[in-house]
């Protein structure tokens, strides 16, 4: 525990004059700049980072798939943190009108009206645009500082060797980013269960799957409160942004603002249906820029049905498995069993094309299992 809170300080020691990503100075990286450590660190390290590295437009996938790789886009580096936030949603609204194509109204994969519709994007993106610059926190210019992150932090990124971190991987998409956008709690600690630390006085009176439950609870609730503690101590700035007053009403329109054309439109217009739900409570004491009708709000909560449904079903198996797929080790048999019962569910279930289709998409379930079997897992 005090080996990842020790990473994360390490991280928070330098902060930089610009948003990007970080290159060598050797480098000929158009639009690079030299990076400028801001925060109060050592002259020495100062003039290290400014002889070694520059720092010059993202390489996010966001700014790059597909046509996006050819377009004349701003993908930084960036002075400030809302031409950020500006820029992607300023990419998205390029690209959709340049290259977008509706499926035919025939598709069965089509979600919503909505979704495929070029329009509804760009009117979506245009009330985006009139908000961002509002979202991210100027009372606090530590908590927007360009900070590069680690923003999956989990077992399989970590080395460890007699009980501390010696190594840490799949730093990839790392960037100089405004930190209040990725400081999280690390997925090794986080816990969204109640916190329990201690056995209820009938412990002893539990039967054993209900101890075993409680115990692994109890053990999560534990961890993340030892972490919360040491983060409170050695890194305040990154309290504040675990603590930050509606923080996920202000972030989680930047965060799914980016392809919502391949990707899904409801995440955003849900952020921004919270947004002006929330606006005074924010401190804004002037009228929300972007307003949704009541038949808007209609339609959403009829397209979120479907939605809904998929994101209780990854809430019910946290724990378990993850959305990229990762599970601990000690959960793989688990994992293994219930995704090869739903395989089960499904083809039962399914007839022609789509069951053709769906065994095809979920094979990967039966190697997976005929692997660990064979004991192949690594």
Sequence with gaps: MKDLVSI???????SFSRYGNLYYSGEAVPGAVVAEVVNDTSPELKMDVKMRFSIGPVVARDFWTKERSVMDIDRGPWKLPHEYAVALACCEQKWIEQHA???????????????????AHLSLLKKYLQVVPYLLPTDNPNLVASTIWHTDLHAGNLFVDKGHITSVIDWQEAWAGPLVLQGRHPRLVDFQGDIILKPPPNFKDLEPNEKAHLKKQIASSIILYLYEQQTAK???????????????????????????????????????????RHWHELGFNFACPIHFTQDELQRHAEDGEGWNEVQDFWRAVEGIAARDGWTPHSMYEEAVALFSELREIGLKNMIGKERKDFEAQTRWVESSSQGHNDGNVE
Aim: proline share 9%; charged share 25%.
């Design 101 to 119: 194509i509706p499926k035919p109204a025939t598709d069965q994969f089509i979600t919503s009206t909505a979704q495929n519709s070029p329009k």
């Design 8 to 14: 994360e300080n390490k991280l928070l020691s330098v």
């Design 234 to 276: 050695l890194n305040p700035n990154l309290n504040r942004v675990l603590r930050l007053k509606l923080g996920r009403v202000r972030c989680e329109p930047i965060s799914f603002v980016s392809n919502t054309w391949d990707n899904d439109i409801l995440p955003l217009r849900e952020s921004l249906i919270n947004v002006e």
